[in-house]
């Protein structure tokens, strides 16, 4: 679904608004719904999942003093709904009024209860206050800005600037963060005075007379508040009992529901759990130019396993059709390369059901990537000098992984990024740093926002079941020596499907998306990709040494040197910036 409101006493004018919430027709392409007082404007754009016939929003409480927008699901709304039947006379069977019934009863504290992703927007027309809040792992966008004495909040920064409002210019102090990262973290956003709400935070506001007042953002829920616990046992049933509970609450839908298979353990546990239930469609991309794609031969060796209705999606690297279209889409540069074709096993999915499952968060909570022993390793020896400040370690590792090298080709020096952690020095493991790291700043904000976006644009749920707040919390109490074994991190998990899941997938190394960058640039792309880094947009914009990036171009198209992933960043901060024009 896709939410739009803006609270305060200059509101915009209808047609504007509703103007502005077409933007997100595709994040809601089976109805649409708006609610407006005096001071307050909410639009939805909706995804029919649950209670279809029903379901409509904003809805309003049935004494007319709260209404809500939301986006997203709660999968414990039927236990919610029983605890709150005696004190609210429900009208209807959908998830929405049971947040609504909750907030009334609760406060804020009803976040506390819900297991499920979300944003969403509560007014209060008694007090003349907004209740504004994101699911503890940010898996649903919410961005928000003040302008006019007027608080605006929306999915996506798309339907903000479409109001108008917002003046503020490109902020060039996110441009090295985005060089750095792939991405641009909460709670920033790549302009001025718009921002994002960070994951597990919710924001108030209130109306006093003519003056609005919005205070600062508070944290009701974090993976950095769930403490290690040296004495926990590791079951292996215990982690597929949890496994199990989770994608079990994920598949509550009145629609058809799928699972991407990439043939990873995580993708794979999701469908085994599943097939515990039903049949599971289940969709994988490969390239044709990958004569032995082993996701392709994995995901079909768990599909026969499972039994599954399954669909491969061979793509190949002519994406320049689907390329323009899919990064601008993001409103923000972003450049995960994993985007495009993430966005064709979405779209095939699409085709088929309206919910799929995800085996993303895996790597995150159970150390999956080789990344956090291999840098811990290198970083291993300042521990012996009392003056090592991990921080600084933390830092190097991600911009040595991703391509801190970008930053030379930028007129800028400063980076601006987000804060690892608080304090001047941490001590402690290094591998657990990372993680943290990961499941607070980059999980939310690029793996998650990738898959919020490429099915969004093809009006397709997807869930993800490793992410989920109850299942965090079981996870990660394991110490970080639990998660590792001869064969790398994942121990806890490959020893819970052990038996399970064919053994070929328990002992497939990390591998991650495989990305064919020489034939991608050295293809259709090629021409395309020198005409928009080299553009007079690029050369006006001030920010880049234009000199270099065709040094780095010629020597890459020579095979001098492979620089794919810089200009990767570079084509994609290009075709962003030329949509700006339009």
């Known amino acids: ?31 649409e719904g708006i609610f407006a007082t005096p001071t307050c404007l909410f639009g939805h754009r909706r995804l029919a999942i649950i209670d ?47 947040i609504l019934a909750g907030y009334r009863a609760w406060g804020a504290q009803v976040l506390d209860r819900l297991e499920g992703m ?86 108030c506001s209130r109306l006093m007379g003519q003056v609005i007042t919005v205070d600062q953002p508070v944290s009701y829920w974090s993976p950095k508040n769930i403490p290690v616990n040296p004495s926990v046992s590791a079951r292996p049933e215990d982690i597929r009992s949890w496994i199990q509970e989770s ?25 085994w759990a599943m097939s515990n239930y039903t049949r599971p469609k289940t969709f994988t991309v490969g390239f044709k130019e990958l004569a032995d794609d082993p996701d392709l031969a994995y995901g079909r060796l768990v599909a026969e396993h499972f039994n599954t209705e399954h669909t491969e999606i061979l793509l190949d690297l002519d994406v320049t059709k689907t390329f323009s279209p899919v990064i601008r889409y993001f409103d923000e540069p972003f450049a995960d390369p994993a985007t495009l074709t993430n966005w064709y096993v979405a779209k095939a999915a699409s085709e088929h059901v309206k919910v799929a499952l995800s085996g993303d968060g895996g790597d995150e909570l159970f150390y999956g990537y080789p990344a956090y022993r291999d840098n811990a390793r290198r970083f291993s020896l300042p521990h012996l000098f009392p003056w090592f400040d991990a921080r600084e370690a933390m830092r190097s590792m ?76 079981h996870i990660l109490p394991f110490p970080v020596a639990m998660h590792y074994d001869k064969q790398g991190g994942k121990a806890l998990l490959r020893a819970a499907m052990h038996g399970v899941l064919p053994p070929a997938v328990l002992t497939r190394p990390k591998q991650g998306f495989i990305r064919p960058w020489k034939n991608f640039f ?47 960043r570079l084509f994609v901060f290009a075709e962003w910036l030329e949509g700006q024009k339009v």
């Not at 293809?523 to 040494?545: C, K, P």
Request: hydrophobic content about 40%; overall charge neutral; proline content about 4%.
């Open 1 to 31: 679904c896709g939410i739009l409101g803006a609270f305060g006493t200059r509101l915009p004018e209808r047609d504007t608004f509703q103007k502005a919430l077409g933007t997100l027709a595709r994040r809601g392409p089976d109805g």
């Open 52 to 98: 279809l016939t029903s379901g409509a929003q904003p809805m309003t409480s049935f004494d007319g003093r709260f209404t809500i927008t939301f986006n997203g699901e709660i999968y414990n709304y039927r236990e919610l709904k029983a605890e709150l039947e005696g004190a609210y006379p429900f009208s209807t069977n959908s998830d929405t009024e049971v």
């Open 118 to 203: 979300f944003a969403l927007a509560i007014f209060d027309n008694e007090k003349q206050e907004l209740f504004c809040a994101r699911d503890p792992f940010g898996i649903k966008p919410l961005v928000y800005g003040i302008a006019h004495g007027t608080l605006f909040f929306g999915s996506e920064i798309k339907a903000l600037r479409a109001l108008g409002v917002f003046e503020g210019g490109i902020d060039e102090a996110r441009i090295p963060e985005f060089f750095a990262y792939k991405h641009i973290s909460a709670p920033h956003t790549i302009y001025k005075g718009i921002k994002k709400l960070s994951a597990g935070h919710f924001l």
């Open 247 to 271: 994608v079990t609450r994920h598949l509550v839908s009145d629609v058809p529901v799928g699972a991407f298979l990439s043939g990873g353990i995580d993708s794979s546990a999701i469908v």
């Open 398 to 473: 991600y911009f040595r992984n991703n391509g801190l090298l970008d930053l030379k080709i930028l007129r800028k020096s400063s980076l601006t990024g987000p804060v690892f952690f608080d304090g001047k020095k941490e001590r402690g493991d290094l591998r657990a740093m990372a993680r943290m790291m990961d499941l607070t700043y980059t999980l939310p904000e690029y793996y998650l926002r990738k898959v919020d976006g490429v099915s969004m644009m093809n009006s397709l749920e997807v869930r993800v079941p490793f992410v989920s707040r109850t299942f965090a919390e």
């Open 522 to 568: 050295a293809g259709t792309l090629r021409s395309a990709l020198r005409e928009r880094v080299l553009s007079q947009n690029m050369s006006e914009s001030g920010w880049f040494h234009m000199k270099n990036i065709e040094m780095i171009l010629l020597d890459h198209e020579q095979g001098q040197q492979d620089y794919s992933r810089m200009l990767w």
